[in-house]
């Protein structure tokens, strides 16, 4: 059984940092992208980074350039978020998934094959 469990959500000041972690467990398949997403209230869920299983290419949202950082560790199975200088805007729940075939595209919610459950995300001004 596949499962994709994310942690280290919270609440926090604006200009503050958080880290997300994503555990994959029970899945031996192929991976392609790893990706984190995001969806607030009323709006679609979002891409926010995204890493390319093994080579290590990474993907970002242009909101997110140069304040988030998409890691993995390969021995532990788990893609981490690195959030830091969060603004309000970026509460949501943020949420881990991943490809299993090569699509092109890190973007798009519907090529991701597996989810994980959430982790909500609260930064006040």
């Known amino acids: 059984q596949v499962q994709l469990v994310e942690s280290g959500g919270g609440s926090v000041q604006a200009g503050g940092s958080l880290r997300l972690s994503c555990a994959l467990s029970?899945?031996?398949?192929?991976?392609?992208?790893m990706g984190w997403f995001r969806q607030a209230p009323g709006e679609e869920r979002k891409g926010v980074a995204a890493?390319?299983?093994?080579?290590?290419?990474?993907y970002y949202a242009d909101s997110v350039k140069g304040r988030f950082t998409i890691s993995q560790d390969n021995a532990k199975n788990t893609v981490y978020l690195q959030m830091n200088s969060l603004k309000p805007e970026d509460t949501a729940m943020y949420y881990c998934?991943?490809?299993?075939?090569?699509?092109?595209?890190?973007?798009?919610?519907?090529?991701?094959?597996?989810w994980g459950q959430g982790t909500q995300v609260t930064v006040s001004s």
């Open positions: 998934a991943i490809q299993d075939n090569y699509t092109g595209s890190w973007k798009l919610v519907e090529r991701y094959k597996y």
């Open positions: 029970g899945y031996t398949y192929r991976i392609t992208y």
């Open positions: 890493i390319y299983n093994g080579i290590g290419n990474t």
